[in-house]
């Protein structure tokens, strides 16, 4: 049996779309694949509406934790994604990144990479900034 319980879609910060990742999944001869988007659930109805036959979605996300001020990521499995407090914790991690990109950029600039938040916004499309 061949499994991958990590994988990201454009959702988060991967370069497939949660349909292609599926479908990618299952040329690669996997059985089971397992969509851990960073903080977010928001893939997982594509993925499972073009379900390959013989595959087997794991649904899940990689939420970001802190631990006596460590920040960290755990995946997390088939867990209720419509859970209220769950939910706006995720909410609040993804909103979080946003002023943290736009500081990377200044620090970049900073550096002489000419790189500019309509940039990183337009690659990040409706995922979340990575």
């Known amino acids: 049996m061949r499994i991958d319980l990590h994988t990201h879609s454009t959702a988060s910060d ?3 779309t ?3 990742l599926v479908r990618k999944a299952a040329a690669a001869g996997l059985d ?9 659930t928001r893939g997982h ?21 802190r631990l006596d001020g460590i920040g960290m990521h755990m995946l997390a499995y088939l867990f ?28 970049l600039n900073a550096l002489g990479v000419p ?9 990040a499309g409706d995922g979340s900034v990575g």
Not at 32 to 40: E, G, K, R, Y
Not at 45 to 65: F, I, R
Not at 85 to 91: K, S
């Open 45 to 65: 109805a594509e993925a499972l509406s073009v379900l390959p036959a013989g595959l087997t979605l794991v649904t899940g996300a990689e939420l970001s934790c």
């Open 80 to 107: 209720d994604p419509d859970d209220p407090a769950l939910l706006a914790e995720r909410e609040l991690v993804r909103d979080d990144r946003v002023p943290r990109a736009k500081g990377m950029i200044a620090k």
């Open 115 to 123: 790189v500019t938040w309509e940039q990183v916004a337009r690659i």
């Open 32 to 40: 089971v694949v397992a969509l851990t988007d960073h903080d977010t």
């Open 14 to 16: 991967g370069t497939d």
């Open 18 to 20: 949660p349909a292609d």
